[in-house]
């Protein structure tokens, strides 16, 4: 599955990209493995490491923080369940 953002640049044509402004890439989503090894996981909590000061380990930007948990919980949790319901 991917995902695409359109925006638009002072009157210019569409473009499309799949990094959000969080610094998610949902071009490299993918459905989870399951496993430590999982890609989109992987991803995930990269952009969420370096969303934290270095020195202190706090987040920088809270809301970013927001959306990247609610990516993960949607990618290891909220998808897979809604799948499997579909299944039934």
């Known amino acids: 599955m ?5 925006y638009t640049i002072e009157r210019a044509s569409s473009k499309t990209a799949s990094v959000g402004a969080s610094g998610l890439d949902y ?19 990269k952009i969420m490491a ?3 000061d270095e020195e202190t380990g706090a987040i920088i930007d809270k809301d970013n ?13 909220q998808i897979p369940a ?4 579909l299944q039934q």
């Open 2 to 6: 991917s995902w695409e953002i359109q």
């Open 27 to 45: 071009g490299q989503f993918a459905p989870c493995t399951g496993t430590d090894d999982c890609p989109t996981c992987k991803h995930i909590g």
């Open 50 to 52: 370096e969303n934290k």
């Open 65 to 77: 923080d927001a959306i990247h948990n609610q990516a993960l919980d949607w990618h290891k949790n």
């Open 82 to 85: 809604l799948a499997e319901e």
